[in-house]
């Protein structure tokens, strides 16, 4: 059995995904489930991007025990500078410099010739050895490299201090037997290429990000790197849960071990989920609420006589129970300590309180709280204290078959005022929105409005998301509520707090570049 090392940039290239911007709580949580799910090395994020991005980062470097905390970075000084500044409490701290090699980049990107981009890539490396022992050099676009040119680099930055080489297949154009052969020739023509480990990272445009990075393992490649769901940029990254299961279910085939603890794999999923709000498709491998799910009878039938005909994966494998324990108006905190901590949530005692709290006036409400009831409620509380919000105080929507929808609302504004609009809509969601573009006076597009309830029932939570833009800047939020209308009214806002969040770490930033 060889080892694989796993490389989660969940939240880095995946928070890349268009409309997902994590809070730094938000981050952190996630971080802590991936230290129990087992990951050997997190990309916590992009330090030098903002001032908030570098303080997340830092947060999370200070709180990971076990795994190597590391921080993307331009191949140049300021930007390693704050990848210095972030990760310096962590236990095991990395840095991850990243330069394009493919001709289209060098050229119109980056607008240097070849040479150049040797040169920068020599005295970033070089630059960073004076401060790092893991040193992970990207040769970004990889796969539309010339391979004697990626060949060239390597030696280069490995003789300037590199100790992992990445092989990107940045726009995910590359084939499993192609990307195989890639490995093969970097190993048989960098001479000193068995002094690192050489790294793959797979995108999933053609829809061949997983299929790649097993063909990399394949060809020789000792560490992985993927997202959790398979989110990030465009069509996404491998997703780490369905690799981490493959080699596992065909450990026959690939021979290799890695130190994920599968049992947590439903549990990381499902939180990435919730705080990003990237929804799994129900048929997707592993983690879609079909992937155990049998419909057809013969199927069915099959299952019932023996599940080994149509199912290959145990579903306790990777933290799937059939037993389940319902929380409800008879429940106390301890149950519900355990609860929370079963599905990856991270609770000092103040938090643990006032979200036993919420729970328990939730049960006056509805028979059973469920899962992702809990989710709900927890994400609602949390924006709110972490910095000054527009909050909704009154919403009261008149509707009818024949009347136009007409709103009134009361919005807390960051200041402290309450301020209240009337308006109409052609439907009551509209007619909520527009209430809340008049009081908050800015140009907001709404791009995206999702609904789902968090559970079957009559008694269900109302679950809205939305995208919005505001002058160019996009941004994502959520509301949970009983009621739809008042889940859209707190989505919108939730989006809006979030942009401004955003805006003021941003203001923030312009201090990065004095590090
Ligand atoms: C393949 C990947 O996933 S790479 C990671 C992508 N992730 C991100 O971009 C998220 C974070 N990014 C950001 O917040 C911003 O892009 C910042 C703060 C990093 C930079 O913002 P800006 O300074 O305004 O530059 P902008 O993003 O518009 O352009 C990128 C610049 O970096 C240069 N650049 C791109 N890659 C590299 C690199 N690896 N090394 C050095 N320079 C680079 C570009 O050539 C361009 O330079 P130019 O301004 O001289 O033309
Ligand atoms: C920064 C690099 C490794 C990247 O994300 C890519 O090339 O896809
Ligand atoms: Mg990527």
């Known amino acids: ?228 769901n398979g989110i990030g940029e465009r069509a996404g990254n491998a997703a780490l849960e369905e690799i981490a ?31 990003t709000g990237m929804i799994v498709p129900q048929n997707k491998a592993v983690v879609g609420a079909n992937a155990f799910a049998h419909e057809s009878g013969i199927h069915q039938d099959g299952v019932l006589k023996n599940k080994q005909t149509y199912e290959i994966i145990e579903p306790e494998m990777i933290g799937l129970t059939s037993n389940k324990m319902v929380l409800g108006k008879h429940s106390g905190s301890h149950a519900f300590n355990e609860k929370c901590k079963e599905f990856g949530i991270y609770l000092d005692k103040k938090d643990s309180r006032k979200l036993f709290k919420a729970f328990k006036d939730l049960t006056a409400k509805k028979k059973e709280v469920t899962e992702d009831d809990i989710f709900a409620l927890m994400m609602d509380s949390s924006l709110q204290e972490t910095s000054p919000t527009y909050q909704l105080e009154l919403l009261q929507v008149s509707y009818g078959s024949h009347v136009v929808p007409t709103t009134t609302i009361g919005i807390r504004t960051p200041e402290g005022n309450v301020v209240q609009e009337s308006a109409t809509g052609k439907g009551s969601v509209e007619s909520v929105y527009n209430t809340i573009d008049r009081i908050l006076n800015q140009p907001v597009t709404l791009t995206d409005y999702r609904i789902q309830s968090t559970t079957d029932g009559i008694d269900s939570l109302a679950e809205v998301y939305v995208q919005i833009e505001i002058e160019g800047a996009s941004s994502s939020g959520r509301g949970i509520e009983h009621d739809v209308l008042e889940a859209s009214a707190k989505a919108y806002l939730d989006a809006v707090n979030r942009l401004n969040v955003k805006e003021y770490f941003g203001e923030q930033a312009k201090g990065v570049s004095s590090l």
């Not at 020599?122 to 391979?147: G, K, L, M, N, P």
């Not at 021979?255 to 705080?275: F, H, N, P, W, Y």
Request: some cysteine; glycine content about 6%; proline content about 3%.
């Open 1 to 228: 059995m060889r080892k694989v090392d796993i490389f989660d940039t969940t939240l880095r290239d995946g928070e890349q995904s268009a409309g997902v911007n994590l809070q730094s709580h938000e981050k952190l949580e996630i971080a802590y489930q991936l230290e129990r799910y087992g990951v050997d090395i997190m990309e916590a994020g992009f330090p030098a991007s903002s001032q908030g991005e570098l303080q997340s980062v830092k947060q999370i470097a200070e709180n990971m025990k076990h795994c190597t905390v590391l921080g993307l970075a331009r191949a140049n000084h300021k930007d390693i500078d704050a990848v210095r500044e972030a990760v310096k409490g962590a236990a095991k701290p990395g840095i991850h410099i990243f330069l394009a090699t493919s001709p289209v980049h060098m050229q119109y990107k980056l607008n240097k010739t070849p040479k150049q981009v040797i040169e920068t890539a020599v005295e970033s490396v070089r630059y960073a050895s004076q401060y790092f022992s893991h040193i992970q050099f990207s040769a970004e676009d990889a796969t539309r490299s010339d391979w004697p040119f990626l060949a060239e680099i390597i030696e280069k930055t490995i003789d300037a201090g590199a100790t992992v080489i990445n092989l990107p297949d940045t726009v995910g154009f590359t084939t499993p037997e192609e990307y195989r052969k890639l490995f093969e020739y970097v190993q048989e023509n960098v001479p000193n290429i068995h002094r690192v480990k050489l790294s793959a990272h797979c995108h999933d445009d053609l829809g061949m990000a997983v299929a790649n990075t097993l063909a990399a393992i394949n060809g020789g490649a000792s560490q992985i790197e993927g997202t959790i």
């Open 245 to 275: 299961v493959a080699l596992k279910i065909r450990q026959d085939a690939y021979k290799i071990e890695t130190q994920i603890d599968l049992s947590q794999t439903v549990r990381t999923s499902k939180l990435v989920t919730k705080l």
